[in-house]
Every structure is written in C-alpha cells, then in structure tokens.
C-alpha cells in the first residue's frame, strides 16, 4: 500500500460509533432543513400525470399537499 501524508497528522481518528453518531446527527439536521423549504411550483400538465405523481409521496409528503389543499378549498 502506498503511503500518504494526511492534512492533520496529530487529529484524533474518529471511532466507529462515533462516525454512526455524527452521520445520525447529519440525517436529522438535513431532515429538519428539508422540512422548512417550502417548495413552491406550478404545472399545466394532465391529472393523470400529477395523480400518479402523488403515488409517489410518502405519507408525510401527502398530509402536506392534504393541508395545502384543505387551505385553498377553506379560502
């Protein structure tokens, strides 16, 4: 194997779990940023098209459109 110098030969190495507890840590705070984007789009396309579209969300995907829908129609 080749040796190589590292940028910062005195750090400590990450163990096993705590790399597990930092990519946990990352997951969650991209979860929590992904939850404050609103994102905002506008389509012509057939109901076909987007009902088949909504197939594709995930439960917490849907209640959002459900709420949205639910605030337009009570407008």
């Known amino acids: 194997m080749e040796q ?3 940028h910062e030969p005195n750090a400590k190495l ?3 779990a705590e790399v597990w507890e930092d990519a946990q840590q990352i997951a969650a705070l991209l979860q929590r940023n992904q939850s404050q984007v609103e994102p905002v789009v506008r389509l ?3 109901l076909s098209v987007f009902v ?3 197939e594709q969300f995930d439960r917490d995907e ?3 459109v459900r709420r949205r829908i639910e605030e ?3 407008a």
């Open 62 to 64: 849907l209640m959002i």
């Open 44 to 46: 012509q396309i057939p």
């Open 4 to 6: 190589q110098s590292v």
């Open 72 to 74: 337009r129609l009570a």
């Open 52 to 54: 088949s579209a909504l």
């Open 14 to 16: 990450m163990s096993a």
